[in-house]
Nanobody, 120 residues
Framework: VRLVESGGGLVEPGGSLRLSCVAS????????MSWVRQAPGKGLEWVSS????????YDSDFAKGRFTISRDNTNKTAFLQMNSLKSEDSARYYC??????????????WGQGTQVTVSS
């Protein structure tokens, strides 16, 4: 089982980034997919989730209106489009095959994360 994130980097406040997560080794189309983040010195924080068929999404309050989760089951890839980024969005972003609000790494499948830094 492998989840590999990419797309992180340094961006100015107000900017955008699109994170990608390529999955392998499990039946991607049968799993919820979520994005979870962790800022330095803080715990895991759920961001957004999407159902296995991509038909329904769920967002944390801070993500609503700014972040959009999506998936491509044919290519076993999940995405997180992040707009209007703020300094407080700086964190390591993890892709995980887990249901909404799951913040335990012993549940489901998790990637290694990609770093997002929002700074001028």
């Amino acid at each position: 089982v492998r989840l590999v994130e990419s797309g992180g980097g340094l961006v100015e406040p107000g900017g955008s980034l699109r994170l990608s997560c390529v999955a392998s080794g499990f039946k991607f189309s049968g799993f919820w997919m979520s994005w979870v983040r962790q800022a330095p010195g803080k715990g895991l924080e759920w961001v957004s989730s999407i159902t296995s068929d991509g038909g329904t999404t769920y967002d944390s309050d801070f993500a609503k209106g700014r972040f959009t989760i999506s998936r491509d089951n044919t290519n076993k890839t999940a995405f997180l489009q992040m707009n209007s980024l703020k300094s407080e969005d700086s964190a390591r972003y993890y892709c995980a095959a887990v249901p909404p609000e799951t913040v335990r790494k012993d549940v489901g499948h998790w990637g290694q994360g990609t770093q997002v830094t929002v700074s001028s």
